[in-house]
C-alpha cells in the first residue's frame, strides 16, 4: 500500500514537471515553425539590420526595435539595479524593524501591480511631465526608461534582499570582529558572497525589462523608426508585435512571429549567460 | 521504468477526460437547441456590432446567442476562412488572396472617420490638402493653418489598421512604391507620428496636449476633444451620404456564403433591414439605404 503511494506520488510529480517542460516545448515549435520561414523570406539580414519596419511596402526592417529595446533595458537596468541593490541592502543590515515591515509590504505590493497601471501612471503622470519640461511628443525612450526602472525595482529588491540574508550570520561577524565598519563589512564580504543570487535578480530584472509589453505600448508612442534622441517616440520588440498583432495578415503577420523568435533567442541568452556567470564565480 | 507506465495511465485518464468534457458540451447544445453566430473581427465595428447583436436578440430571436470578438479585421476574416467563425467584421477592403479563398463583402454601414484635436485648440474646419501636408510632416506649426504657436504632433493608427488604411486612402496619403515587379501602396505619414492601438489611446492624447491631432471614426466620438469639419463641412449623415464630407468609408462583413447557416443568414438580413439600419444611425454611424 505504502509503495502503491509512493509511486502514485512520484509519477504526478513527475507528470507536473513533465507539463512545464512540455509547454515551453509546445511555445518554442510554435513560435519557431511561424516566424523562421518569414526570417528567411524577407531576408536575415534585411530583417536583422533593415531600418525601415513598413509593411504595407514589404519593408521589415527590426534593427529599430532592437537598438530601442536594447537601450531601454540597459538604461533602465543601471538605474533600476542600483537602487535595487541598494535598497536590499538596506533592508536587510541598516533599516529599523519598525520600518523595515513597512518598506517590505510596499516593495511586496510594488511587484503585484499590474503593468497596465504603471503603463496608466507613466501616461497620465510621465508622459507629460517631459512634455512640459523637456518638449518632444512626451511619448518617448525616456518615458519607457523610467516606467521600466520603476518596475524591475521590485523584483531586484526581493531576489537580492533573499540572497543577501542567505548569507550565513558569520560571515557578517567575522568581518565584524577583524576590525571591519558595518558598512565595509556588509559591501566587501555579506554582498559579494550573495552574488550569485543578486546576479539572477539582475538577470530576471533585466529579463522583465526585455519582456515588458503593456506599460510600455502606453507610453513609448510606438514609432517605428530609429531613436533620434531621448525624447524620440520609439517602439520594442515586444510593443512591435503586441501592436499590430491583431490587425496583421500573411508576411506581416508571420513577420511579427519572426520578432517574437528573435525576443525568445534574447531571454534565452540572458539567461543562458546567468548560468555562466555564476558558474564562473562559483 | 516503473514510474513511466505510471506517467502513461495518468496522462492517458486525462485524455479521457478531456475528451469526455468536450463531447459533453455538445450534446448539451443539442440538447438545448440554442444557435449561436460567432462575429469576429475589426475594433472599430465592434462598437457597432454590440448594438446590433441587442436589437436581434430583442426583435428577433432571443432563442439566438451572438458571440462577438474584438481580434482586429485580419484575424476575424482569417477566422471566418478557417470556419470558427460565421461572420467577420472588417474596416478594410478583403485582399485578392481572401477573395479568391471564397470570401464575400457587405456593405452594412457608412463610417465618418474624423479628425480630432484638443479642445482648448482653436482651428474649427482644415481643408483636404491641409489635412495631407499635416499627416505629411509638411505642416509641422499650428500657426501655418491660422492657430497658435506649437508644433504639430501627429498621431495615426497602427499598421495594418483598417481606419489608418482608409484614412489614407481617402486623403491621399498613399503613394507607389515599385519594388521588382511589384507595385506596392506605402504611406506617406510623417517619420515623426505617434502610434496607437485604439481609437481611446488616440483620444486621451489628444485630450492632455494642444498640439496633438489625431483621427478617429465618428462612433467613438466624445466630448473630451474637439471634431474638425473638413472643407467647411461636418461629419453629419447627410453631408456623408452626397460625399460633401470626403473622409468617410463602409463597414463591411466579410462571409462564405458556401457555407454559411441559416440563423447567420437571417442575422445579416436583420442587419441591413429598416429597423437593423436605424439602430446604425442611432449608434451615431450613416445608414447605407
Known amino acids: ?7 502514485l506520488a512520484k509519477s504526478l510529480f513527475f507528470a507536473c514537471a513533465l507539463t512545464s517542460v512540455f509547454s515551453l516545448f509546445l511555445i518554442i515549435l510554435y513560435i519557431f515553425s511561424n516566424g523562421v520561414p518569414a526570417i528567411f523570406k524577407i531576408g536575415v539580414f534585411k530583417f536583422l539590420f533593415g531600418t525601415v519596419w513598413e509593411p504595407d511596402i514589404m519593408e521589415f526592417g527590426i534593427l529599430p526595435f532592437i537598438v530601442t529595446t536594447i537601450i531601454s533595458t540597459i538604461v533602465a537596468f543601471f538605474i533600476g539595479s542600483r537602487i535595487g541593490k541598494w535598497c536590499a541592502i538596506y533592508l536587510s543590515f541598516f533599516c529599523p524593524r519598525k520600518s523595515y515591515k513597512i518598506i517590505k509590504t510596499i516593495v511586496e505590493l510594488l511587484s503585484g501591480v499590474p503593468s497596465i497601471i504603471y503603463g496608466f501612471f507613466g ?37 537580492s534582499e533573499t540572497a543577501i540574508k542567505a548569507v550565513p550570520k558569520s560571515y557578517y561577524e567575522g568581518a565584524l570582529a577583524l576590525g571591519c565598519n558595518k558598512t565595509e563589512a556588509v559591501f566587501n564580504v555579506v554582498v559579494p558572497a550573495a552574488r550569485s543570487g543578486i546576479n539572477s535578480a539582475y538577470i530576471l530584472g533585466i529579463g522583465r525589462a526585455v519582456g515588458e509589453t503593456t506599460a510600455v505600448i502606453l507610453v513609448a508612442g510606438n514609432n517605428p523608426n530609429m531613436p533620434t534622441s531621448l525624447l524620440s517616440p520609439v517602439k520594442t520588440l515586444t510593443t512591435g508585435i503586441g501592436m499590430e498583432m491583431s490587425y496583421a495578415a500573411d508576411l506581416a503577420r508571420e513577420a511579427l512571429f519572426s520578432i517574437g523568435v528573435i525576443l525568445f533567442i534574447i531571454i534565452i541568452f540572458l539567461n543562458i549567460s546567468l548560468i555562466f556567470i555564476n558558474r564562473k564565480e562559483d | 521504468m ?16 478531456v475528451f469526455v468534457g468536450c463531447s459533453n458540451k455538445n450534446k448539451n447544445e443539442g440538447v438545448e ?12 465595428v465592434f462598437p457597432l456590432m454590440q448594438n446590433l447583436k441587442n436589437g436581434y436578440e430583442r426583435q428577433r430571436d432571443p432563442n439566438v446567442r451572438i458571440e462577438i470578438q474584438q481580434t482586429g479585421s485580419s484575424s476575424g476574416i482569417m477566422s471566418v476562412s478557417e470556419g470558427i467563425s460565421q461572420i467577420a467584421m472588417t474596416s478594410r477592403d478583403l485582399t485578392e488572396k481572401e ?4 470570401l464575400s463583402e457587405i456593405k452594412i454601414a457608412l463610417d465618418g472617420i474624423i479628425l480630432i484635436i484638443n479642445n482648448d485648440n482653436n482651428i474649427n474646419n482644415l481643408t483636404m490638402d491641409q489635412i495631407k501636408k499635416i499627416f505629411s510632416g509638411e505642416i509641422t506649426n499650428w500657426n501655418e493653418v491660422g492657430g497658435h504657436d506649437g508644433k504639430i504632433i501627429v498621431i495615426s493608427r497602427e499598421n495594418g489598421s483598417g481606419t489608418k488604411a482608409s484614412f489614407e486612402e481617402l486623403t491621399n496619403l498613399k503613394k507607389q512604391v515599385i519594388k521588382g515587379d511589384k507595385i506596392y501602396m506605402g504611406s506617406l505619414i510623417s517619420k515623426d507620428a505617434l502610434f496607437e492601438n485604439n481609437a481611446g489611446a488616440i483620444k486621451s492624447d489628444v485630450m492632455y496636449s494642444k498640439n496633438m491631432i489625431g483621427y478617429i471614426s465618428i462612433g467613438n466620438l466624445d466630448k473630451s476633444v474637439k471634431a474638425l469639419s473638413v472643407d467647411g463641412f461636418k461629419c453629419l449623415e447627410n453631408t456623408v451620404k452626397n460625399g460633401e464630407y470626403k473622409i468617410a468609408r463602409p463597414f463591411k462583413l466579410a462571409v462564405n456564403f458556401d457555407n454559411l447557416d441559416e440563423t447567420s443568414k437571417d442575422f445579416i438580413n436583420y442587419i441591413l433591414s429598416d429597423e437593423g439600419q436605424k439602430i446604425v444611425s442611432k449608434s451615431g454611424y450613416i445608414s447605407v439605404n
Open chain 2, 2 to 17: 516503473k514510474y513511466i507506465k505510471g506517467i502513461f495511465i495518468l496522462t492517458l485518464s486525462l485524455c479521457i477526460f
Open chain 2, 99 to 102: 477573395k479568391e479563398s471564397g
Open chain 1, 1 to 7: 500500500m505504502g509503495k502503491k503511494f509512493e509511486f
Open chain 2, 33 to 44: 437547441n440554442m444557435k449561436i453566430v460567432k462575429v469576429a473581427g475589426s475594433t472599430t
Open chain 1, 123 to 159: 501616461l497620465v503622470i510621465v508622459t507629460p511631465f517631459i512634455r512640459e519640461n523637456f518638449g518632444g511628443p512626451g511619448k518617448s525612450l525616456l518615458a519607457v526608461i523610467i516606467i521600466l526602472s520603476v518596475m524591475i525595482l521590485p523584483t531586484i529588491i526581493n531576489l
